[in-house]
């Protein structure tokens, strides 16, 4: 296996550049570790002409990444393009029916088309990896496919979107307003396009299903994860969990249950002492808890051009060394469709309600709260404020459907304004 | 690939035991992972008679390790005896001759001979894996070998050794002496049979010292480890450490400098705050700085059963699916000889030395120091106890070499009893 293993890449934006000089300038280091020369045959972007810092030198150009991915002189076709449909879907598609092995950095791609795509490769007997798509330079997918692979893993949490984790780690430490935060974030171009990916967790979800797919066995399912955003966490939600020794994190849960497979997406709030607690700024953290390993903790940057062409290079050595493994770990025959458990198990929540400031308002909520079956473990009110008091409640362990059941009766008590936020106090 | 893989084991303690576990009660999980059945043919040990807790039926059974790693019915020989020399070398080197694929959990035969082994399988074009020679169940030798084969790795930082930290962690927590932690931590069985292996530090040293040859493609030197064990730490050093915002952990670091590989096994103050600060208790902990992917902290269970067979069940379910990887991931006539680079680079220090109580004494001590050109940042002298002062000082950065100096010409002073403690303060 002397022959170079040759390169297609498409999209050439933070990570393609980085993948690009890693290439460039580590090619002994390259060789010998994959154990033969790697090499750019051809690269695809959007524009030609935009100055990239990096030199594309002796690299030939498709205007197209469907012709890129099927071109004679690729053996494998890295897709750094992003997007869950179009360009990337076709072109990915295209080299797998091709025989070209792929590497991908692309979560959305692979959350709504996964299973597809894993039989795709396998008919063609071609390997799609994607180390890059789950939380950067953190080598979760590798630990979880591979190192793990003798463990029934029994939960998988995660802070997986380095944005929303610096949102609320700045409101938290500077005091800002999450509307603040998130103007700041943009302003260091730490959003998606659509924002919505970030705050809203579609992209943290999207990395979820990936996880919970190679942890169980199961088949990708993208639509059956609770999704929930960091839009409604406010100052006051941040402030009250620290007094209370929580912080307040994007985090993804999954877990194999009785009930069926259980994805949530959700802010939550995790012990401030504990290492998911603990995490900061745009690091990304992954707790996997297996039967035989007991609880593995991987940290690291979940984003940037180092981090995850480092991810992509990974993928690219293990091909070069002939490694050859299942999209997610087993025959895409074998994985099963898990039917969705939702809501979880039972937990604490932490809810935070804007009454009316009616006589009687607080005892009405109260009631409401007991009738579906949700007690109490601690309660305050703040100081008024005009017509308006906030109440911060905590709860027993309560089940989602009893809380949900107590929130939908909150607007018929005539007394709640807004719509109340409710937080799962997760056990980590 | 549908013929089982067929196991020899040799060695049936924790680990071993673990194993057979597994394989026996994962059965259909191994083969959708693996992509065939995994099997135990025979397995080997020195008791025949011992009640283990599982069952062994249907495995021949082999009272030489070496016959075991020659029979027709074994493609994988699993080395979990333990010891640098004797029966697991011999078996080990037969296991390789005889082209079987072997998996280790051995730091030590791998630290004293892992470039001889790596030659021995690649001249049998066979696989030589160790994951579970490395803090337990964390798959560090995997991220390093696979996932962050794109990096220039600039330092490894570890604290592989979980009996020492829970010996660290319980004098701290609990204000046991050294000799009380020591005899808790026997009680408990974390101590190995010769216990100079753990307090002494060479048992982390060897785990070091197979991650510097992943990580810099240098031949394993564990020769060239400095080593010093915590001994010598005593519960006051820990309290002085904690006043400063510090803790003491047994740390492994390695980098590769201009002068040549550091690698230094040693009780180390690293901030109270930081991932390494908060490892409590048996858990191990690794820090790996790539040029590309930034700081990588992985953390997990460093021992016993499960988390240990889960790292050799990794390994065997990599070679079931056909991953073949070179020993420490490049080819083992690539790996070169390093220069050994002692001491490290300049560092501040604290010093605990005994002072007689006599007038003048501290500034002997002083100038001592000052000659060899170490400069004081803090100093502190305790409470007269009899005829002694402990004096606790926290130098500025200084090489150790100037610090060697000071502390040998301390004894000229008169002034000094017993030998001065000195522990780097490491930047993490």
């Not at 780690?169 to 998606?192: I, K, N, Q, V």
């Not at 006589?359 to 309660?379: F, H, N, Q, T, Y």
């Not at 005009?386 to 911060?392: D, G, H, Q, R, S």
Request: proline share 4%.
């Amino acid at each position: 296996m002397t022959e170079p293993l040759r390169l297609g890449i498409a999209g050439l934006g933070t990570v393609g550049v980085g993948v690009v000089k890693i290439v460039r300038q580590k090619a002994a280091l390259l060789e010998a570790r994959g154990g033969r020369p790697i090499r750019i045959s051809a690269v695809c972007a959007r524009s030609r002409v935009k100055d990239r810092g990096v030199s594309l030198d002796g690299y030939d150009w498709e205007d197209d990444p469907v012709a890129l991915a099927q071109r004679d002189d690729v053996d494998v076709f890295v897709e750094l393009m992003g997007g869950s449909d179009g360009p990337a879907k076709a072109a990915t598609e295209a080299a797998l029916r091709a025989g070209k092995d792929v590497v991908s950095a692309n979560k959305a791609l692979l959350a709504h088309h996964g299973q597809a795509l894993a039989e795709a490769a396998e008919a063609s007997n071609v390997v799609l990896r994607f180390e890059a798509a789950v939380a950067g330079g953190i080598p979760v997918v590798k630990a979880l496919t591979e190192s793990l692979a003798g463990n029934d893993i029994n939960r998988i949490m995660g802070v997986m979107n380095g944005t929303c984790n610096y949102i609320l780690t700045r409101m938290e430490s500077a005091g800002l307003s999450y509307e603040e935060a998130f103007a700041e974030a943009d302003g260091l171009g730490y959003l998606e396009a659509d924002p919505e990916l970030d705050v809203g967790g579609i992209d943290a979800g999207h990395k979820l299903s990936l996880l919970a797919s190679i942890a169980f066995g199961t088949q990708v399912a993208f639509d059956a994860v609770e999704l929930e955003g960091i839009g409604r966490v406010s100052i006051e939600d941040i402030r009250q969990a620290a007094g209370m020794g929580y912080k307040v994190k994007l985090l993804g849960v999954c877990r194999m249950t009785g009930r069926g497979l259980e994805q949530r997406m959700s802010p939550c709030l995790v012990p401030a002492s504990s290492p998911l607690g603990q995490l900061d700024g745009g690091t990304n953290m992954l707790v996997i808890e297996g039967d035989q390993v007991g609880q593995i903790v991987m940290r690291g940057a979940g984003a940037g051009e180092g981090p995850t062409a480092s991810a992509v290079m990974g993928d690219i050595i293990d091909i070069a060394r002939g490694t050859r493994v299942t999209t997610f770990g087993q025959p895409s025959h074998s994985l099963v469709q898990a039917t969705p458990a939702r809501a979880g198990a039972a937990a604490p929540y932490y809810l935070r309600l804007t009454l009316l400031d009616k006589p009687g308002a607080l005892a009405k909520v109260a009631a409401v709260l007991g009738e579906a079956g949700v007690s109490i473990d601690r309660m305050r009110q703040r100081s008024h404020d005009k017509e308006t008091a906030p109440v911060l409640i905590v709860t027993h362990k309560t089940t989602r459907a009893a809380l949900d059941t107590a929130l939908a009766a909150m607007d018929g008590t005539g007394v709640v304004r807004d719509e109340p936020v409710a937080l799962r106090i997760e056990k980590v």
